[in-house]
Nanobody
């Protein structure tokens, strides 16, 4: 059974950093595209970044480019999202998702498998 479990969320001050983890089981992240999304209250789910072991480098949304970094740990079968210079308006639930798609995408509709999410709160 394919499963994704996010962790690493919490409370951080504006300008601070967090590292989110997405632990995968039931499949190998090397074979899938894995992406991070954010759900802010009152807004649509936003794609942040995607990574795929084969076929080009990671993708980032313009809103997080140069501040967030996605990476894969092939041994731990996990994907991480390092988030720096966080802003108050980035408070929300952060999800990872995976699917067998030919090229990396940050479009939520392209992913069938989702984790339960982890809460990130940016506040002073």
């Amino acid at each position: 059974q394919l499963q994704l479990v996010e962790s690493g969320g919490g409370l951080v001050q504006p300008g601070g950093s967090l590292r989110l983890s997405c632990a995968a089981s039931g499949f190998t992240v090397d074979d899938y595209s894995v992406a991070w999304f954010r759900q802010v209250p009152g807004k649509e789910r936003e794609g942040l970044s995607c990574i795929r072991s084969t076929g080009g480098g990671p993708k980032y949304a313009d809103s997080v480019k140069d501040r967030f970094a996605i990476s894969i740990d092939h041994v731990k079968n996990a994907v991480y999202l390092q988030m720096n210079s966080l802003k108050v308006e980035e408070t929300g639930i952060y999800y990872c998702a995976a699917d067998l798609i030919g090229s990396c995408s940050v479009a939520p509709g392209r992913f069938r498998y989702w984790g339960q999410g982890t809460q990130v709160t940016v506040s002073s």
